[in-house]
């Protein structure tokens, strides 16, 4: 399982710290195809991708982290009844 989770947590990261450096391309990622030209975005919005793609990097890392420990955990023994 943990596997899994660092395997697909290779195009999140990639696609957070792009985001995080270029908030307006990710942000149009395959939609631009619809629009003529392509608006604006605001500094709000631009803000609000950053703090996103951060968020979730820091989401994604707990996850790990909590699939990594309960990997590594030893399971319990069973019940031994007398």
Do not use: C, N
């Not at 975005?41 to 609000?48: C, T, V």
């Amino acid at each position: 399982m943990l596997f899994i989770f660092i395997v697909f947590s290779i195009p999140i990261y990639g696609f957070s710290i792009w985001s995080l450096y270029e908030p307006e391309e990710s942000f149009f990622f395959l939609d631009r195809w619809r629009y003529k030209e392509i608006p604006e975005l605001s500094d709000i919005h631009i803000k609000l991708v950053r703090i996103g793609s951060v968020i979730a990097m820091i989401l994604w890392t707990i996850l790990i982290i909590s699939v990594a420990i309960d990997t590594f955990t030893p399971d319990p023994p069973f019940p031994q009844f007398k």
